[in-house]
T-cell receptor
Framework: KQEVTQIPAALSVPEGENLVLNCSFT??????LQWFRQDPGKGLTSLLL?????REQTSGRLNASLDKSSGRSTLYIAASQPGDSATYLC??????????FGAGTRLTVKP | DTGVSQDPRHKITKRGQNVTFRCDPI?????LYWYRQTLGQGPEFLTY????????KSRLLSDRFSAERPKGSFSTLEIQRTEQGDSAMYLC???????????FGPGTRLTVL
């Protein structure tokens, strides 16, 4: 069964701290892995997509890594800001059309 | 704005009524997805179109649910005889190209009383 797990479910950090969000998936035969941000009551905003052949992707203060052999991806956020407060979701895409989501990590960055 | 749009944003209905949601994908995106999301969970896949063809449906999509994408552009999701368990956020996403990066709309929040 293809499952995606995100730990921790919630995280609270002071402003300026660097942090890592974790995502694990049970089947390493993924097509790609995508990280999203979701604000309360809103849709999902795509942050980064890592192709199965890649090890990492970077966008601004965000860096996502992918280790297919261990079934893990991490999202690193540098110098966190209160505006980063949101739920972060990872999704593993199997077969190029079967995307499985984790339940998300709810991040709070305190001023 | 050329993002994915969904209408309505909120829908309150009584149990047993039919509801229909609309999704307009990013223009030229040939793939369109419907997901359902309940509180505290990630989105769950419902169905997927490539152009006008519905290629995959989840077991979550009971007989009361039907989706169309008649001209390969916008899509509709209809729920017949709504039940309280149908209350959720219904999300639409579109993508194109080799790597299937999905872009989501703002969602339609359905409340069934």
């Amino acid at each position: 069964k293809q499952e995606v797990t995100q730990i921790p479910a919630a995280l609270s950090v002071p402003e300026g701290e660097n942090l890592v969000l974790n995502c694990s998936f049970t089947d390493s035969a993924i097509y790609n892995l995508q990280w999203f941000r979701q604000d309360p009551g809103k849709g999902l905003t795509s942050l980064l997509l890592i192709q199965s052949s890649q090890r990492e992707q970077t966008s601004g203060r965000l860096n996502a890594s992918l280790d297919k052999s261990s079934g893990r991806s991490t999202l690193y956020i540098a110098a966190s800001q209160p505006g980063d407060s949101a739920t972060y979701l990872c999704a593993a895409d199997y077969n190029n059309n079967d995307m499985r989501f984790g339940a998300g990590t709810r991040l709070t960055v305190k001023p | 704005d050329t993002g994915v749009s969904q209408d309505p944003r909120h829908k309150i209905t009584k149990r047993g009524q039919n509801v229909t949601f609309r999704c307009d994908p990013i223009s030229e995106h040939n793939r369109l997805y419907w997901y359902r999301q309940t509180l505290g969970q990630g989105p769950e896949f419902l169905t997927y179109f490539q152009n006008e063809a519905q290629l995959e449906k989840s077991r979550l999509l009971s007989d009361r649910f039907s989706a169309e994408r008649p001209k390969g552009s916008f899509s509709t999701l209809e729920i017949q005889r709504t039940e309280q368990g149908d209350s959720a956020m219904y999300l639409c996403a579109s993508s194109h190209g080799t790597y299937n990066e999905q872009f989501f709309g703002p969602g339609t929040r359905l409340t069934v009383l």
